[in-house]
Nanobody, 125 residues
Framework: QVQLVESGGGLVQAGGSLRLSCAAS????????MAWFRRAPGKEREFVAF????????YNADAVKGRFTISRDNAKNTVFLQMNSLKPEDPAVYYC??????????????????WGQGTQVTVSA
């Protein structure tokens, strides 16, 4: 099992930026594909971004393409989500998650077996 702890959430003005971090522990981090999801009040958990175990393959949801970037530092067991040009529709609790890397993209939350506690992102007008 991998333990995941998110940080970096907060309040930002529309158009601003935030960088989320997710620290992982418990096993070989590079063998774990990672992803970010988000859940806004009253909505289902929504896929945001995916990155393969070695970081060579990424995939973003259409809603965040061109604005959000997922990356990872395997030496530090950490995955990041750089969020730029934040919009009023971006506020949510953002969750980090991971699974064994099987060389495929995974955008369904049911495909993941480890989750962090989430970090709140709030965007003001």
């Amino acid at each position: 099992q991998v333990q995941l702890v998110e940080s970096g959430g907060g309040l930002v003005q529309a158009g601003g930026s935030l960088r989320l971090s997710c620290a992982a522990s418990g096993r070989t981090f590079s063998s774990y594909a990672m992803a970010w999801f988000r859940r806004a009040p009253g909505k289902e958990r929504e896929f945001v971004a995916f990155i393969s175990g070695r970081g060579g393959d990424t995939y973003n949801a259409d809603a965040v393409k061109g604005r959000f970037t997922i990356s990872r530092d395997n030496a530090k067991n950490t995955v990041f989500l750089q969020m730029n040009s934040l919009k009023p529709e971006d506020p949510a609790v953002y969750y980090c998650t991971g699974r064994t890397d099987d060389q495929q993209w995974h955008i369904d939350p049911r495909d993941y077996d480890n989750w962090g506690q989430g970090t709140q992102v709030t965007v003001s007008a």
